[in-house]
C-alpha cells in the first residue's frame, strides 16, 4: 500500500514595518554576553488579559538550529483545562532603516498547560543578525526584540440575518377620503410589520418637479439608526376599483436612515386617475396598498 504524502509545513510569514510592535519590546544591551547562554528569558509582559515572556536562544533551540537565533513566546501560569488562542507576531530591529523584520506564524496558535511556548527556532540566521549592514546589532553590541500577542476570544455580540419571504400579513391598504378635496399635502399611514413601524406615502399632487402631472407614491421605515439597514422587497400598486386593472410597481433594497424610503414620484399619471373609466377614484375615494415579499430580519443570539 501506497504511504500518503506528510503534511508541508507552511514557513512563516516575513516582511518589514516601520511601526514597532505593539505589546512588548526589549533591549540587550550586550548580545556578546547573552550568546553564551543556552536562552535568555525576558520580563513578563501582558496583552490580552494573559501574561507572556520571550524567550531567546542566541544558539538555536535544537540542535539543527544551531546556525540560526530562535525566539519563541510563553505564557505564563496558563489554567491547567484552558486553551488560548492567539495570533501572533515577533520582531527585530533594524537600527540602521529604523524598521522591524516582523515574522508571523502562517496560522493561529494555541497554548496549552501542555505546550505553554510557541515561535520560531529559525528565526533569523545568526550570520546575518551579526552582519553590520543588516543593523540588528548597532556598534555597541546591543539588539532590540518585540512581540504582539493577539488573543482570540469567541465574541459575546451575535446576530442572525434572516430572509423572511413571503410572511404573513404582508398586504396594507391605504383609502384616501375625499379625494377631490385634496390639496398638495402628503397622506400616510402608519403600521407595524415585523416588528417595525412603516409609512405608505401618498403625494396626491406629486412630489417632484412637475406637481400637479403625477401620483407619486412611497414606502417608508421609520426610527432606523445610524447603522442599521432594513433589506426589503415590496409592489406599491394603485387600485382600479372597476376593472381590477391595477396600476402596479415593484421595488427592492437596502433602506436605512440616511435613505429610508423607496417608491416613485411619477407613479401614476393624475390625468388618468381622473378618469372615471379607469376606476382609480370610487365613491372619491383612492385606494393605494404595499404588499411586502422578503424582509430582512437581525435577530441577537
Known amino acids: 500500500m501506497a504511504m500518503g504524502c506528510p ?7 516575513k516582511y518589514e514595518r516601520a511601526r514597532p510592535p505593539a505589546h512588548y519590546s526589549f533591549k540587550i544591551e550586550s548580545f556578546e554576553v547573552i550568546s ?41 501560569k496558563l ?3 484552558e486553551t488560548v488562542h492567539v495570533d501572533y507576531k515577533l520582531f527585530v530591529r533594524d537600527k540602521s532603516r529604523n524598521k522591524y523584520l516582523t515574522v508571523q506564524d502562517a496560522d493561529e496558535s494555541s497554548f496549552q498547560s501542555s505546550n505553554t511556548q510557541r515561535g520560531f527556532p529559525r528565526f533569523l540566521l545568526l550570520k546575518d543578525f551579526k552582519d553590520p549592514s543588516n543593523g540588528y546589532l548597532d556598534r ?11 488573543v482570540i ?18 398586504t396594507f391598504t391605504f ?17 407595524l410589520f415585523e416588528g417595525r413601524k412603516w409609512k405608505l406615502m401618498v403625494y396626491p399632487k406629486g412630489n417632484a418637479a412637475n406637481k400637479g402631472e ?12 445610524e447603522k442599521m439597514k432594513v433589506y426589503a422587497e415590496f409592489n406599491l400598486r394603485v387600485l382600479d376599483q372597476l376593472n381590477n386593472n391595477n396600476k402596479e410597481k415593484r421595488f427592492k433594497g437596502w433602506l436605512s436612515a440616511s435613505h429610508p424610503r423607496e417608491g416613485n414620484a411619477e407613479f401614476v399619471p393624475l390625468k388618468d ?3 372615471s373609466a379607469n376606476g382609480f377614484v370610487q365613491n372619491d375615494t383612492l385606494v393605494v396598498e404595499v404588499q411586502i415579499s422578503v424582509i430582512s430580519k437581525v435577530v441577537g443570539v
Not at 403625477?214 to 439608526?225: F, K
Open 175 to 191: 383609502k384616501i377620503e375625499n379625494w377631490s378635496k385634496l390639496g398638495t399635502d402628503r397622506r400616510s399611514k402608519e403600521f
Open 273 to 275: 386617475i381622473e378618469k
Open 36 to 76: 553564551t547562554l543556552d536562552k535568555y528569558d525576558s520580563g513578563v509582559f501582558e496583552a490580552g488579559g494573559y501574561k507572556w515572556r520571550l524567550s531567546l536562544y542566541p544558539k538555536g533551540k535544537k540542535e539543527d538550529d544551531w546556525k540560526y537565533i530562535s525566539l519563541y513566546l510563553s505564557i505564563e
Open 214 to 225: 403625477w401620483l407619486s407614491v412611497y414606502l417608508e421605515v421609520q426610527d432606523l439608526t
Open 79 to 81: 489554567p491547567h483545562n
Open 7 to 13: 503534511a508541508k509545513v507552511r514557513e512563516p510569514a
Open 140 to 150: 555597541n553590541n546591543s539588539c532590540t526584540f518585540g512581540a504582539e500577542v493577539f
Open 153 to 170: 476570544q469567541p465574541t459575546k455580540m451575535k446576530e442572525s440575518l434572516t430572509l423572511i419571504r413571503y410572511p404573513l400579513q404582508n
